[in-house]
Nanobody, 122 residues
Framework: QVQLVESGGGLVQAGDSLRLSCAAS????????MAWFRQAPGKEREFVTA????????YYADSVKGRFTISRDNTKNTVYLQMNSLKPEDTAVYFC???????????????WGQGTQVTVSS
């Protein structure tokens, strides 16, 4: 089992940037694929981006491609989500997730964090 704790959320204006962090612990976290998801009020949770254990594979949802960047530091067991050019439609609770298998466009991740709120005002 992997424990995940997100941080870095907040209230920003449209066009601003924000960096989320996800600290992982337990088992061999460095061998896990990591991903970010988000859930806006009244909407289903959706995939945002994923990164493989060695960072050799990265996938982004079309809605964030070119604006968001996922990265990881296995020496710190931490994954990051750099969000630039934020839009009001990016407002959501952002969740970090981990799984032994690299997956994208799916919610099929075995470990989840509690989420961090990101609010983008217009």
């Amino acid at each position: 089992q992997v424990q995940l704790v997100e941080s870095g959320g907040g209230l920003v204006q449209a066009g601003d940037s924000l960096r989320l962090s996800c600290a992982a612990s337990g088992r061999t976290v460095s061998s896990y694929a990591m991903a970010w998801f988000r859930q806006a009020p009244g909407k289903e949770r959706e995939f945002v981006t994923a990164i493989s254990s060695t960072s050799s594979r990265i996938y982004y949802a079309d809605s964030v491609k070119g604006r968001f960047t996922i990265s990881r530091d296995n020496t710190k067991n931490t994954v990051y989500l750099q969000m630039n050019s934020l839009k009001p439609e990016d407002t959501a609770v952002y969740f970090c997730a981990a799984d032994p298998i690299f997956r994208y466009n799916t919610l099929a991740y075995s470990s989840w964090g509690q989420g961090t709120q990101v609010t983008v005002s217009s």
